[in-house]
Every structure is written in structure tokens, then in C-alpha cells.
């Protein structure tokens, strides 16, 4: 017998296509193992202990992003350049850059996701572009504090089960996308984002919105390239990447992001891990390819 109840037409459910970003933290498997019940810890002191390796990378993950969303969604009413707008046109300023950016977490993941159609956001590509930034800085981040990352970012239908509680196939997507196409630390861009992208970059409104929404299409799409294997990625080396997210802190970032690559891809060839070995690697070939100019 069937006892589900079926979902009323008139159920308040916040129900658009969404731009989820799915981002999850690796080797996490390899740093439980071993590890059992309390009793097999003689104290508190010496759990603590144990856990903190296993613990860290995921607070500082949650920490570290739940900054940048707070950062990016903050209303900029102290922006110069809203500052040097006549009164008449604050307000317009204002809407433009309203932004709903979203996470939730779980485990050793968590997703970042903006909804594309909530009518209170006009230039809804104000949190793809943030979505964007913040997918990009971890993958730098991560690897800058030795605990990579991977992920994907895909675009499809999603339902606010409650304010904040995210479900539906933009979930499903952008997890296929990192737990069986991304494999090593990158993040990978799905087609429908693409799509959206172009859609997006392709409108011919001129009204100030449409045009600026136009603008950060243009700048997201820049930031994708396609991989060896004909993947999309987000180009967090790039010069878009860095001229509008990470700017002067991106060749400290870099240097030692790729410090940690090169030890890495060292470490697994030496233990002959061929899968990856291989996979860092690939890594150190996108590394090598876009340093910055003055790192060499």
C-alpha cells in the first residue's frame, strides 16, 4: 500500500532552477581508517588527539566559506561606488546587487546553491558569480592548507524543503558530477551551466539589470575552460579568476598550492600509486600551465 502523501499544488515550497555547487573534502576515508569505538581511546586527551587531524580540514572548510558567503551576500551599502550615485539611483544600485547564496552541510561536503527564478533577485548571476568565487577559492584554499577538495557545479531543478534545505536533481547532478567525473582535486563546470551561462550572456535586454547580469555571465564563462579530458572546469588559475576573485592574495596562494602538488604527485609515485600519481599529475600539468607571470 501506497502512503505517501501527495504534495498539494498550493504547498509553499520554493521550487526554481538552481545553481548547486557541490564541494567535497578528500581523503577523508583514508584518515578514519582504523579508527573505532570510544573505548579504543584510554582518554579524552588522547580521542582529541586522534580526532584532530580527521576534524580540522572539515571546520575549516565550513569556516572558511561560510566567511565568503557572509562577505558576498553583506549588502554594500558603503561601496564608493554606490556612494557616487545620485539618491534616485541608490535604490536601483541596491537591487542590483542584492544576492541570495546559500550553503548547507553535511559530513565532509557541503553545497553552495543560488536560486535562479526567486523573483526578491534581480541579477540572480550575482550568486552564480559568488557561487563561482567561493568554488574557486577553496580549491585554492584547500590545497594552500594540504586538504584538497573537489567538486562540481551544475544547474537544475531544486525544491526549499524548508528556508535553507536544499533537495531536488541540482543536488543529484552536481554530485554525479564530483563523485564520478572531477576524480582529482578540480571542480567540473556541467552543461547546463554552460547553457545557462550562454542564455544568459546571450540576452539583448538593455535595460541597466539585464546588462549587468550580462556582464558577470561573461566573467563566469571566462572562468571555465575545458580540461585534457573535454571536461569543463572552473579556470581558478586564470587571469579572470584572479583579476575578480582572488587579486593580491593569488600568488601566495599559488605557490604554495602547487608546493603541495608536487609533493603529492612525488609521494604517490614513489609509492607507486599509479591511479594517483596520474590523477596529481594532471594537477601539476595545470599548475605548470598557468603560472602567474611573476612566479614564473
Known sequence: MNTSE???????????????????????????????????????????????PVISPIVNL????????????????????????????????DEMQET???????????IAFVSLGAESVKCPM??????????????????????????GIEVAWGIELKPGELYGAAIARAYE???????????????ETIKYLQTELASTEQDILSVYNRGLAK?????VIKDVDGLYILHYLGTTFRENVSTNIHDDLYVKAKSFVEKQYIHFKNK?????AFRYRQLLH?????????VG
Open 6 to 52: 501527495p504534495i498539494a499544488e498550493d504547498t509553499k515550497y520554493e521550487y526554481f532552477n538552481y545553481c548547486v555547487c557541490f564541494i567535497d573534502l578528500l581523503g577523508q576515508q583514508e584518515a578514519l581508517r582504523g579508527h573505532g569505538a570510544l573505548h579504543d581511546f584510554p582518554t579524552k586527551d588522547a580521542f582529541f588527539k586522534a580526532v584532530q
Open 62 to 93: 565550513q569556516r572558511r566559506t561560510r566567511d565568503m558567503v557572509q562577505a558576498y551576500v553583506k549588502p554594500k551599502l558603503d561601496s564608493p561606488r554606490r556612494a557616487a550615485l545620485p539618491p534616485e539611483l541608490q535604490a536601483e544600485w
Open 100 to 110: 541570495r547564496l546559500s550553503t548547507q552541510y553535511w559530513s565532509d561536503g557541503l
Open 126 to 151: 550575482n550568486g552564480v558569480f559568488g557561487a563561482f568565487g567561493m568554488a574557486g577559492s577553496e580549491m585554492l584554499c584547500g590545497l594552500y592548507s594540504h586538504a584538497p577538495i573537489r567538486g
Open 177 to 191: 558530477l564530483e563523485s564520478k567525473f572531477a576524480q582529482y582535486p578540480r571542480m567540473v563546470v556541467g552543461l
Open 219 to 223: 566573467i563566469c564563462l571566462d572562468m
Open 272 to 276: 607507486a600509486d599509479s591511479k594517483l
Open 286 to 294: 595545470y599548475f605548470e600551465s598557468y603560472a602567474p607571470s611573476s
